[in-house]
Each structure stands twice: as C-alpha cells, then as structure tokens.
C-alpha cells in the first residue's frame, strides 16, 4: 500500500541444502519472483546464511530497491545496510515485518523456498532411484559386493569392414563420456565378433591399472567367455555378464555365471541395463 519498492525475502534449510526465496515487489506490486539454491554447512544459523546470500546476490545484482524484507536477522546487519545504501546512492533498510500485510509476505515466500526444496529433493530421490538405486539393483542380482564403475562393449562393422569397437562407461548410474572409448580393429579381417571383441579387450585391459566393478558384454554366452579368456590371459579377475536381446532386439535379461537371470522389466535396474546396452 505504500507504493515503495521492496524485495522480500526467506528461505527454507533442511541439512547441507538451502532455498532462498526472493519477491520482488516495485510500485507496490508483485512483478516476479525467483528462488536461489545454496549449500550450507549441518547447523549453520539461518542469520549467517541470509547475511550471506544478500552480500553475494546484491553485489551482482544492477538494482537495489530501498527496502528489504527478511524473515529474521541478519548477521553485520548495520555494515550490510552501509553497503547497500552505498550503492544504491539512497539509504536502504533491512528490516524483520512482525505483523501485518508484510509479515504475510515474508511467510508466503518462507512456504515457496520450503515447498520448492521439498520438490526438489522429491526429484533427487527419483533420480537417485534411476541411477545409484539401479546400480544397486544390479548388484544384488549379480550378488557383488559393490558396484560404482561398469564399462560395456559392443563391436560393430560395416558389411564386414570397417569393424569398430565402443566401450561406453557409467558410473554410479550415469554415462561418464568422458572415458568413452572407440576402438579402430586392427589386426581382424572380415567381420570376425569374437576375434574382434577380443582384440579391444586385450588394448583395453593391458593399458589400465584401475579396472571397472563389473565389464559387461553385448551378448550372452560367446562374447561373456572371450572377456574371460582375456582376463584369464592378463591374470585379471573382474566379474563379467552378457547383456540379452531376444528377437526383437531388445534387452531380455543378465548372462551371468553361465545363467541367464530374468530381471523386473519395471525395475530401474532393468531400465539402467537397456540404457547402458543402447549406450554401448
């Protein structure tokens, strides 16, 4: 009602996560509205964490309106309000609304940083689901004690030349592209899988020290057995698996320990499987 132009602002905490929520109000109206994401450390005071963001969101920030609402305290209070009436070439206040039309504000804003970090940690956990929660799913049905880094292979070729090798990674649910490999068939005439896949294990293997928690195969038993006698050659000892397609090309289940074990075509570690198979 007083027509001056405000910023309102609160925020939310839960552990290590913070949500700042910022109203932005100018002639007495609600013209937007954004909210900030921050890191902060177990028990941190809302004061510091507040005092905190006002210096780092108004030093970049190119307009300072007179007043700022705040949902408590800040730390350096005085030395804050010094700074941003410096810059604005007006004087700026911060103040604490305890009743009223601006206190209702300060709770609305206060209810949306809480509502968009209860989201997003709703979307953390779905997506850990999809990633760590998967590769977990996979390490249960292979019964291995861990399982952070996967590399899978496949051989391609073109008509019988031009055979390549890829080697996609993923670790801990998600491609790392990064360690990405391709593999140009060197010493393999014709389209020769097994000659060939044994060819990019052999380069791949004997030129790292850090190996993956699980290598899997595109295929089941044939191409599953020549990663073994790779190994076996190399004296290396890293759990492998073939990944099933049946006739329609798509992922059917895990070759493992001369098993085919079905997997939940609902789970996520059924979904993680066909992602890395369709990577690969």
Request: charged residues 30%; hydrophobic residues 35%.
């Amino acid at each position: 009602s007083d027509m001056e132009d405000k910023d309102i602002i609160a925020m939310s905490v839960d552990g290590w996560d913070a949500v700042v929520q910022v109203f932005f109000i100018r002639d007495g109206r609600l013209i937007g509205r954004d909210h900030f994401y921050l890191k902060t450390y177990d028990g941190e005071p809302k004061s510091a964490i507040l005092g905190s963001f006002i210096k780092q969101f108004y030093a970049g920030t190119p307009y300072i309106p007179r007043e700022l609402m705040l949902e408590c305290e800040v730390e350096d209070h005085e030395l804050i309000e010094q700074w941003l009436t410096a810059r604005k070439g007006h004087r700026v206040r911060l103040r604490v609304p305890k009743i009223g039309e601006k206190e209702k504000l300060v709770e609305l804003a206060k209810k949306n940083a809480s509502l968009v970090l209860s989201q997003d940690r709703e979307r953390i956990k779905r997506e850990e689901g999809r990633t760590i929660g998967a590769m977990k799913e996979i390490a249960n049905l292979l019964d291995l004690p861990k399982l952070e880094r996967v590399e899978a292979y496949d051989i391609s070729n073109i008509s019988g030349f031009q055979t390549v090798g890829s080697m996609v990674v993923f670790e801990k649910g998600r491609p790392k592209r990064s360690d990405y490999r391709k593999f140009r068939i060197r010493g393999v005439q014709g389209a020769d899988a097994y000659a060939s896949m044994e060819e990019v294990l052999t380069r791949r293997l004997s030129h790292y020290e850090n190996y993956p928690d699980l290598i899997m195969m595109d295929g089941g038993r044939g191409q599953v057995n020549i990663a073994l006698k790779v190994m076996q050659q190399l004296n290396i000892e890293v759990p492998v698996c073939g990944m099933v397609k049946d006739d329609k090309h798509r992922t059917r289940g895990i070759y493992f320990h001369n098993v085919e074990l079905p997997i939940d075509r609902d789970s996520e570690g059924f979904r993680l499987v066909t992602r890395i198979q369709d990577e690969a």
